[in-house]
């Protein structure tokens, strides 16, 4: 078995390629999970209460426009910068 954890035909523009799809795919989750999370508290306020539709829109803004915050302020960040291969 060989000693070192890479591949020997592994170049190093394939693992900035991994690198860099591995980022993308992770960001696009967590928005999607800012917009599911926007979208099921809309859908919890406005069909599961008596808050009706206005609430659960307002709710539903309140909860994406703190995603966006977040994505913007710290979670956009990837912890893949910070072991380099």
Same mark, same amino acid.
């Given at each position: =078995?060989?000693?070192?954890? @890479?591949? *020997?035909? &592994? $170049?190093? *523009?394939?693992?900035?390629?991994?690198?860099?799809?591995?980022?993308?795919?992770? !960001? #696009? @989750?967590?928005?999607? /999970?800012?917009? /599911?999370?926007?979208? !099921? &508290?809309?859908?919890?306020? &406005?069909?599961?209460?008596? +808050? #009706?539709?206005? /609430? +659960? $829109? /307002?709710?539903?803004? @309140?909860?994406?426009?703190?995603?966006?915050?977040? =994505?913007?302020?710290?979670?956009?960040?990837? &912890?893949?910068?910070?072991? *380099? @291969?």
């Amino acid at each position: =078995m060989a000693a070192s954890a @890479v591949h *020997p035909s &592994t $170049t190093e *523009p394939e693992l900035a390629a991994h690198a860099m799809a591995y980022h993308r795919f992770m !960001l #696009g @989750v967590k928005w999607v /999970l800012v917009f /599911l999370a926007a979208f !099921l &508290t809309w859908s919890t306020i &406005t069909f599961a209460t008596a +808050g #009706g539709f206005w /609430l +659960g $829109t /307002l709710c539903g803004i @309140v909860v994406f426009a703190i995603g966006v915050w977040a =994505m913007r302020s710290f979670l956009a960040h990837s &912890t893949e910068s910070d072991n *380099p @291969v």
